[in-house]
């Protein structure tokens, strides 16, 4: 299915032959141009940028690279193709026919699942609009410019279905979701982790690691849904989404690499000698992760849900690559094992299956963010470095579900007020780190140069030097 560049919103929808909608979404889009030009990216209007742009949604060649300029990027509404005589494969509908239109009684519940995915959107444009101006090198202006554009292709993508299924309510929602912004008190996103500020790139790299894998699972549950014009929009979005999670996994790496290489050449891994030679200590970098995984399991949700048991159950959203699961997605008489806590302790308690459908999403996620942090540890070992990062309990600083209430430590043990009053210093970002952080802050934007506190990339993008190529090109 090739993507329609002539088009005034480049799309694969056959827009042009619903003239009602592209009228809609031709109105809608000076809208969002305000946006973008607004809380978009700081200062970018005259730079090339090497980015990438969907030129297909099939797995093979699907990307193409070249210099734009950041104005005349092409944001457009692409999705998978129709698969002959699917069927729902999941809730009490699995093994129906999927839907094509929004099926009545599960309007609203629909329309509230695209309207929060899409609202995460903007939010994470917003939350960065200011990193451009702290790059550490070309490579990194390059990438976050390129997450910036792809977030707005996926609000595109849910903008599209608003206005194409749910109609006037559709683009009343729309336009809100241009209406709110990251942190406004009055008018803020409407999920928490994206009221926070992301105000350098070590919390750049964070967030692309933890929050964007979140937004993985996200996707990857509604790419599962019963209404098939969703489910496809999500399943090529995850596509443009690896990248982003990507940049996460190496920055997060690359600053370690270069941590690394300062104890070695220091001789020591003393945090204040590592930062004084202008990279970040170890147990900084752990209370940041701390932070941004924690912030993260809270956009699960509850642990025992009835909105995500309704989700399942009406085959609109599913689990983790539900297709792969051995059971009878449906979940009528299944368990699954949920964290609770019970007096001072915090222990495993079977629970229905069908309202754990969010602990069992938040289970994967887990053992996804293992996989990462082991690799990192790997590397630490292999320098020489007597460090290993680990990941706090899930219990530990949530805001909402069974541990909303309580105060936990990184090891899972419950705290009084106090104690957590005395010690969550030790454990997450204070005043000091995020300070500290900030002054390592400085824009790099010769080729092949980089700033002190992070190792350049390992390649490049679609294979060009990493170290000389110049991603960006300023006027």
Request: charged share 30%; glycine share 8%; proline share 5%.
């Amino acid at each position: 299915m090739a993507i329609n560049y002539n088009e005034r919103i480049p799309n694969n929808v056959d827009l042009a032959d619903n003239r009602r909608l592209q009228r809609a979404l031709e109105a809608w889009q000076p809208e969002f141009l305000n946006w973008w030009h607004e809380l978009g990216p700081e200062g970018t209007r005259n730079f090339d940028i090497y980015l990438r742009t969907a030129i297909s949604v099939e797995p093979e060649g699907w990307a193409h690279y070249d210099f734009v300029k950041m104005p005349d990027y092409r944001w457009g509404i692409f999705v998978n193709p129709e698969e002959a005589d699917k069927k729902i494969s999941f809730g009490e509908h699995k093994g129906e026919a999927v839907w094509q239109e929004v099926p009545g009684e599960y309007r609203s519940t629909l329309r509230r699942l695209i309207v929060t995915q899409g609202d995460t959107e903007p939010a994470s444009v917003e939350q960065q609009r200011m990193l451009g101006l702290t790059c550490p090198s070309l490579y990194d202006l390059r990438n976050i410019f390129q997450v910036n554009v792809e977030e707005g292709r996926h609000l595109w993508a849910m903008v599209y279905l608003l206005h194409a299924y749910f109609g006037r309510d559709g683009r009343e929602e729309a336009e809100a979701m241009l209406e709110r912004h990251s942190g406004d008190p009055d008018k803020p996103r409407i999920l928490g982790a994206f009221n926070e500020k992301t105000p350098d790139w070590l919390s750049f790299f964070m967030f692309t690691y933890f929050t964007d894998r979140d937004g993985k699972y996200q996707l990857a549950s509604l790419a599962e849904s019963g209404f098939d014009p969703l489910a496809r929009t999500c399943q090529f979005m995850l596509t443009e989404e690896g990248h982003h999670m990507f940049i996460g996994e190496t920055g997060v790496g690359r600053v370690i690499q270069r941590s690394c290489e300062v104890m070695s050449e220091l001789g020591t891994d003393d945090p204040e000698r590592v930062r004084a030679a202008g990279a970040v200590d170890m147990p900084t970098l752990q209370k940041f992760m701390n932070f941004h995984f924690s912030v993260s399991l809270d956009l699960f949700g509850q642990e025992a849900s009835t909105n995500a048991a309704s989700y399942f159950n009406q085959s609109l959203k599913g689990r983790f690559q539900e297709t792969m699961i051995e059971d009878d997605h449906r979940l009528l008489d299944g368990i699954w094992p949920v964290h609770v806590v019970r007096g001072d302790e915090i222990v495993l308690e079977d629970q229905p299956a069908l309202n754990a459908v969010n602990e069992r999403l938040r289970d994967e996620y887990i053992k996804d963010c293992q996989r990462g942090m082991t690799r990192w540890n790997r590397h630490i070992k292999r320098s020489g470095i007597d460090f290993q990062f680990k990941l706090p309990h899930r219990a530990f600083n949530r805001r909402i579900g069974n541990f909303g209430d309580v105060q936990v430590s990184p090891r899972g043990k419950i705290l009084s007020e106090a104690e957590w009053t005395r010690r969550h210093g030790e454990w997450l970002p204070d005043e000091e780190d995020r300070a500290f952080v900030q002054s390592l802050m400085k824009r790099v934007v010769e080729p092949g140069k980089i700033a002190s506190w992070v190792a350049p990339p390992a390649r490049g993008i679609n294979h060009e030097e990493p170290s000389t190529f110049e991603y960006v090109r300023f006027s």
